[in-house]
């Protein structure tokens, strides 16, 4: 149990790696520092809107129209931090408390 404990842990973290990745670029295109015609930086934003985009689409119909301010990143790191920390606790750690 252990085992997968650990392995659902690292998805999660990587999955949050990857939002982070997707927010900072939406940014950087945003404020155009980044050319999105470049193939490097186009095809690491499909790929990022592919695995975020979903998860984000959900969230963000349940967020009030903040006009430019998307929150959905925020909520879903946060979501993710607080399934890391109870896999933390009563998968891989039980008996630490």
Known sequence: MMAIG???NTVI??????LIV???LSWLTAFNVVNTRHP???GIGQIT???CEPALRRIRRFLPNLGGLDL???VLILVLQFARN???EYIIYPNMM
């Open 6 to 8: 650990n392995l659902i």
């Open 13 to 18: 973290w990587l999955y949050t790696l990857v």
């Open 22 to 24: 997707h927010v900072v």
């Open 40 to 42: 490097l930086v186009n």
């Open 49 to 51: 809107y592919r695995l």
């Open 72 to 74: 959905s990143p925020v």
């Open 86 to 88: 109870l896999i933390m």
